[in-house]
């Protein structure tokens, strides 16, 4: 890294640095704003709606239940996708970056057509009396299938990067398959997998069409914190939105700070 | 025994990384495993440890059968040349590892952790993280860790490729003294022949997945059975030699009086080592005590602290040749080093006329087979190339490869081509580019260079032209010539066809040197061309061509059978050849002037016809006219 030395570099970064500004700052200082232009009670009063907190409820309920789902199994697809050699195995890896290209409202579709009333899996459904189209169930899905390539896609490189070598040294060390996994395999892709569990929570935390409508957006059932918010713009309530929204920014900075001190764990932990 | 190995093998698709390896390690020996890269040494090392299942053999460890057992049951020690320490474990953690596994309580292992800690000369660093520490130190721990649960034995797979030279040095006296007082048996893996002297008590020396040789350092010096050895274990002059009325003789040189040398080789070939150190120097053949080598001029001078290393041409000396030998070579090329002074004489310049004689030599009763392969721009490259790979396996012998264009850039685009493929899987290969016709190229390399066989490839698209070339090229021949067709698969079954008499004895005798390292089997043809219905006794000497011919083969430990068919011959041989899936044809040449049924197109027939490699070799007219 060398200092910005002379005019051009220095408007670059003057560029860089605006378009940022107006792209980031300014959004999240025009959210505070909103939040408390009618003062700080209109705010108190629009948290007393419980549709809200149940809003918020559902989203975190969705987004832990996402992270469980895609930790595990992300783990286990990386852990393939890189240690095994099958027929297909470019294809299955190219398909993991379906939800990037997939719109979720397709997806929330999907999910209509399989489980809806008239759908594909409809008997099997019925059979088992579990709604899931347009109720959670069905938002559950939607939102694991949106956030579904992260955790793959971070643990696949720091995998590769680790080798099998640890792994073969803790076998003639004497350690089982499970043991080899909880002590040497997962400790040494733990900061990417944390990195790609945050994405996820970000992710899923941030869905919007596809759990519209998979879910329908039945308030106090089937809405999210980011369903209500589309729901109070609708309905002018905008100090309720603005809540919300200020609630979600603070959540996903938080998380945006955790993401930026695993990023530099990683880092150190790959160039020793 | 402490370590058993038994017939293992093992392919990575069609390549044999490990041949038919067996070994026997002492009770805490530290035996080193010594070869190029892509020798298949780590391969064997790994099987060991049971990180690589072999394909077939056997493997013991103190007498237990370890062949089926996963690694973690075979406890064994083994140390990477990454170091693979688990990074987010403290050092003391790394090392307590193996005793976690175990079970063994908290304090046992702490114990045990100590005492490791102060054997790698590392007491008190526990508590640093792998990323904290150097290279050596981080290798300290992994021999640390691999030694902590007391295994059976201790594997290293060249342990301090990574680290700096002054480092490996005291590690390498380091890891001598760990295993001396642990008393643990060792095998360490590795491509540097000064680490090998240094830690060995024995070496195993392995070459394109072929155990060559076992012995102590000194041994294998000193006294070497075979040329890769004799050439990997530090500087060599190797020479020609042969063996007659039981002297050893380099050309017109006699070596010495009457004493019994016996060879395998039937005409007594043999290769004579001098190591650099062996020969003397002096400025006229008088002052030289010892018998005279010959006389050369010096053409480079190394100092090198105490010693001096000079390399010097000889003069052509008759009758015998350097090995292995090098393209457009005049003279013989030798190595020598010697002690300032001791000799009376302080330095030798460059330019100046020197004899040289001979103060010690070693005989190596094997010669392997040196293989020519050529190729024009018309042959299918790739296809040769793959027989080639395969056949060096075969027959571990030096490799040279020419490229004939008729301009220089064509045939350096060979070369480049050639190298792409073959430099990966084998090591020493010596390329040229020549640029001429392509048969008088080719066969005045074989004829200069000593090569036992000439292998070239099949045309791409059979032109006139090309066909001509073969033509010529097996015509003027007077070695054996191997014609690769189509793919490759391997060197399982060897079909020698003899039509009267050919293959001569010598012929067989080639044929079963390459069945002997290929590990084929053999069956002797013969076609009695007479097509008349009425059974015809062959004539005696046929029968006996046959079994003496089965006979030698045996002898030299190669499966061989004899088949006998009548009808047109080259009918017969290719009926023989698609029934008995052969993978290699041995024809005698048919030299011209011959006057039987057969006709001189035989071989030429069979070429064209065959759908495997063709070995041609020079019949012997043995006893027709």
């Known amino acids: 890294m060398y200092s910005a030395k002379g005019f051009l570099p220095k408007l670059l970064i003057g560029i860089v640095l605006a378009y940022l500004g107006v792209l980031i700052f300014l959004p999240i200082a025009a959210i505070v704003q909103g939040a408390f232009s009618k003062g700080i009670d209109a705010l108190l009063e629009a948290f007393s709606d419980p549709t809200l907190w149940q809003a918020f409820v559902l989203s975190i309920e969705l987004a832990i239940a996402a992270v469980i789902v895609n930790a595990i199994f992300g783990t286990i697809v990386a852990w393939v996708l890189v240690r095994q050699n099958f027929f297909g195995k470019g294809f299955f890896n190219a398909l993991i970056d379906l939800p990037f290209v997939v719109s979720p409202v397709i997806t929330g579709y999907m999910i209509i057509l399989l489980f809806g009333r008239q759908g594909w899996l ?103 914190a980011t369903l209500f918010i589309y729901r109070a713009i609708e309905e002018r309530q905008n100090i309720a939105a603005y809540g919300v929204a200020l609630i979600l920014a603070v959540i996903s900075f938080v998380v945006l700070i955790g993401m930026e001190v695993l990023r530099k764990r990683t880092d150190l932990e790959v160039g020793s | 025994m402490s370590i058993v190995l038994q017939d293992l093998v093992k392919h990575f698709g069609a390549n044999s990384v490990v041949d038919h390896v067996s070994l026997e390690i ?98 008190g660093l526990g508590g640093r993280y792998p990323r904290q520490l150097s290279g050596g130190q981080q290798q300290r721990v992994a021999v640390a860790r691999a030694l902590a649960f007391e295994p059976s034995v201790l594997l290293l797979d060249e342990p301090f490729g990574a680290l700096d030279v002054k480092i490996r040095g005291q590690l390498r006296a380091a890891l001598k003294d760990i295993q001396r007082k642990v008393k643990i048996t060792t095998i360490l893996v590795t491509h540097d022949q000064d680490e090998a002297f240094e830690l060995a008590d024995r070496i195993g020396v392995i070459n394109r997945g072929k155990l060559l040789e076992v012995g ?154 040196r293989v020519l392969v050529g190729t024009d721009e018309s042959a299918n490259l790739d296809t040769l190339l793959n027989y080639t790979v395969l056949l060096a396996r075969a027959t571990s012998g030096p490799v040279s ?132 219905a009425a059974a015809r006794p062959e004539p005696p000497w046929i029968a006996s061509h046959l079994e003496e011919g089965a006979l030698t083969l045996l002898n030299q430990g190669i499966q061989a059978e004899v088949k006998r068919r009548q009808g047109v011959v080259v009918e017969e041989i290719l009926k023989e050849m698609r029934e008995g899936e052969y993978d290699l044809l041995v024809v005698g040449k048919h030299l011209e002037g011959r006057t039987t049924r057969v006709g001189t197109d035989l071989t030429l027939a069979l070429l064209q016809r065959s759908t495997c490699p063709i070995l041609v070799v020079t019949g012997e007219l043995s006893r027709f006219g």
């Open chain 1, 122 to 224: 409809a008997p099997f459904v019925n059979a088992a009396n579990v709604k899931i189209a347009f109720d959670v169930p069905g938002m559950l899905l939607v939102t694991v299938f949106v956030s579904l390539p992260f955790v793959v896609r971070e643990v696949m490189p720091v995998l590769r990067e680790i080798g099998t070598e640890p792994e073969q040294a803790a076998h003639t060390l004497g350690a089982s398959g499970w043991r080899t996994f909880w002590r040497v395999t997962l400790p040494g892709i733990r900061w990417g997998l944390l990195y790609g569990i945050s994405l996820t929570l970000a992710r899923a935390l941030g869905e919007f069409g596809g759990v519209l409508v998979a879910g329908g957006a039945v308030s106090g059932k089937t809405e999210t």
């Open chain 2, 26 to 123: 002492h009770d805490g020996e530290l035996l080193v495993l010594l070869g190029p890269s892509g020798s298949g040494k780590s391969t064997i090392l790994r099987i060991i440890a049971g990180l690589i299942p072999a394909d077939s053999g056997r493997v013991w460890l103190h007498g237990r059968d370890v062949t089926d057992l996963p690694p973690q049951q075979r406890n064994t020690g083994f140390v990477f040349q990454n170091y693979s320490l688990f990074r987010h474990m403290t050092v003391a953690d790394n090392i307590e590892f193996g005793l976690a596994a175990r079970k063994v309580p908290k304090a046992q292992r702490a114990a045990k952790r100590e005492e490791l800690l102060a054997l790698v000369g590392l007491g």
């Open chain 2, 216 to 369: 102590p350092p000194a041994a294998l010096y000193r006294s070497p059975q075979h040329e890769f050895v004799a050439t990997f274990l530090g500087g060599a002059n190797l020479l020609a030699g042969a063996v007659e009325g039981g002297r050893v003789n380099l050309g017109a040189m006699q070596l010495s009086d009457a004493v019994s040398y016996t060879t395998v080789d039937p005409e007594g070939r043999l290769e004579v080592l001098f190591r650099p150190e062996d020969l003397m120097l002096a400025t006229s053949a008088d002052e030289l005590t010892i018998p005279v080598l010959g006389q050369g001029v010096v053409e480079e001078v190394l100092f090198l602290g105490t010693l001096q290393r000079l390399r010097l041409r000889l003069q052509p000396l008759p009758g015998t040749w350097r090995l292995p030998a090098e393209f457009g070579e005049t003279g013989v090329p030798i190595q020598v080093t010697r002690i300032p002074r001791s000799d009376g004489h302080l330095d030798f310049q460059v330019g100046q006329q020197v004899w040289v004689g001979i103060n010690n030599f070693h005989i190596l009763p094997r010669i392997p087979i």
């Open chain 2, 401 to 532: 490869f020419v490229a004939v264009a008729d301009d220089t850039a064509d045939a350096e685009g060979l070369v480049t081509h050639a190298r792409e493929t073959l430099e990966p899987q084998l090591s020493g290969v010596n390329f040229q580019a020549r640029v001429g016709r392509f048969v008088d190229e080719v066969l005045g390399q074989v004829n200069e260079g000593g090569y036992d066989l000439l292998v070239v490839g099949e045309p791409r698209k059979p032109t006139s032209r090309s066909e001509g070339t073969l033509r010529e090229l097996i015509r003027r021949t007077r070695f054996p010539t191997l014609v690769v067709k189509d793919e490759p698969s391997a060197i399982r079954r060897i079909l020698f066809c003899t039509a009267g008499g050919e293959p001569g004895k010598r012929d067989i005798i080639f044929g079963g040197r390459i069945a002997r390292r290929a590990g084929a089997a053999t069956t002797l043809l013969y076609v009695d061309p007479t097509p008349g």
